[in-house]
Each structure stands twice: as structure tokens, then as C-alpha cells.
T-cell receptor, first 115, second 111 residues
Framework: DTAVSQTPKYLVTQMGNDKSIKCEQN?????MYWYKQDSKKFLKIMFS???????INETVPNRFSPKSPDKAHLNLHINSLELGDSAVYFC??????????????FGPGTRLTVL | GQQLNQSPQSMFIQEGEDVSMNCTSS?????WLWYKQDPGEGPVLLIA?????ELTSNGRLTAQFGITRKDSFLNISASIPSDVGIYFC???????????FGKGTRLSVIA
């Protein structure tokens, strides 16, 4: 199926640990994103990569480090996890035409719980 | 940063009723998108609007791009139980800026 996929779906870990979330898209898009959705369901962009280059880096603690090995993959590594990092993290992708953003397609989300 | 004001925050309606929700901004937007999020899933794109005044339908859903470019609405006709979920408006402000989301409208349908 053509889609944006994320692994794992659920991630439960202890405070202070380091964890990674993986994202892959087979839609042929050139831009990928990470969003954080808090308990009130508010969606906020964290990062965006276009052709493996970082183009958006919102005010996110530097414990969060995205890595894009190729256009189809964008992984999110989180160091020294804190309680406040508990949220649902969504990966998304889109095609960027003429330097402009276009509609984004989302993965199923990774629910991170930090204990 | 730019914000979208989405209303209502939540709605409880009877099955078969029509639903209307809207999104407003204090600044101009180039594109309006409407997404639906089911529990435990990611947002799914319902309708994309690209021009002021544009009216687009997707089955029982109809959305319009306001002529001032500062608002958009989504209507759902003859609601059914599977319409339950959170509906998000989102938009691209003028210029090359990332997607901005509204805070969502949580829809509950009573059978």
C-alpha cells in the first residue's frame, strides 16, 4: 500500500532513556515532517526535511534530533527522555513544488509514554 | 506565530443532522485543508482548497475557501456514526511558511 508508515506504534520507556522513532513514505514525496500532538490534540510542527535537508526547525529541545538518510525516510531520535515528552508523534510527507508547501499526508502516529 | 481559530470546539449531534464548522484567521491564507482524525490514527486529508471562493465537495462533505482568504468552513450533510472524530482545519499562510493547524472540532454523533 502507498502510505506513510511509522514504527513503533507504541513506545513506553523510562525517563532518561534514549529512543528512536522511524518513518518511511512510499508516495514519492520530497518533503517529510515530524509533528507532536499533545494531550489536548493540538498539532505542532517540529521539523521538516526537503530532499534530506533540514528546512524547518521549530523551537524544540536539542534532545530531539531528526535524521533523514534518504528522501523516503525521516527518523526522530530523542535523548534523555523527560515526562513532558509524552505525546503522540506524527510523521507526514508532501511534495514541495516551486519552493512552496503542499498538502501533507500523515502516518498513523507513535504514542510515546515516558514513565 | 500565526493561529487558526476553529469552532466549535466540540459538537454533539443526532444521526442524520447536518454539521457545520469553521476556521478563521487574522491573516490571509493561500491554501485551506480539512483533515479528520479517528481515535488512534493519524489525520486524513478530506478536502484541499486553493482559491478564494472555491467550493469543493467530497461525498457528503463540502468545504469553502472564504473570499477574504481569512476563513473556511466545512459542512457535513446527513451525519452518520462513522463521522465521529476530530476535524482539523489547516492552512498555508501567504508566502513559504509551514502548515498551521486549528485546534480541532470534536464531533460526536448520537445514533
Amino acid at each position: 500500500d502507498t502510505a506513510v508508515s511509522q514504527t513503533p506504534k507504541y513506545l513506553v520507556t523510562q525517563m532518561g532513556n534514549d529512543k528512536s522513532i522511524k518513518c518511511e513514505q512510499n508516495l514519492g514525496h520530497d518533503t517529510m515532517y515530524w509533528y507532536k500532538q499533545d494531550s489536548k490534540k493540538f498539532l505542532k510542527i517540529m521539523f521538516s526535511y526537503n530532499n534530506k535537508e533540514l528546512i524547518i526547525n521549530e523551537t524544540v529541545p536539542n534532545r530531539f534530533s531528526p535524521k533523514s538518510p534518504d528522501k523516503a525516510h525521516l527518523n526522530l531520535h530523542i535523548n534523555s527522555l523527560e515526562l513532558g515528552d509524552s505525546a503522540v508523534y506524527f510523521c507526514a510527507s508532501s511534495r514541495r513544488l516551486a519552493g512552496r508547501y503542499n498538502e501533507q499526508f500523515f502516518g498513523p502516529g507513535t504514542r510515546l509514554t515516558v514513565l | 506565530g500565526q493561529q487558526l481559530n476553529q469552532s466549535p470546539q466540540s459538537m454533539f449531534i443526532q444521526e442524520g443532522e447536518d454539521v457545520s464548522m469553521n476556521c478563521t484567521s487574522s491573516s490571509i491564507f493561500n491554501t485551506w485543508l480539512w483533515y479528520k482524525q479517528d481515535p488512534g490514527e493519524g489525520p486524513v486529508l478530506l478536502i484541499a482548497l486553493y482559491k478564494a471562493g472555491e467550493l469543493t465537495s467530497n461525498g457528503r462533505l463540502t468545504a469553502q475557501f472564504g473570499i477574504t482568504r481569512k476563513d473556511s468552513f466545512l459542512n457535513i450533510s446527513a451525519s452518520i456514526p462513522s463521522d465521529v472524530g476530530i476535524y482539523f482545519c489547516a492552512g498555508f499562510p501567504s508566502g513559504n511558511t509551514p502548515l498551521v493547524f486549528g485546534k480541532g472540532t470534536r464531533l460526536s454523533v448520537i445514533a
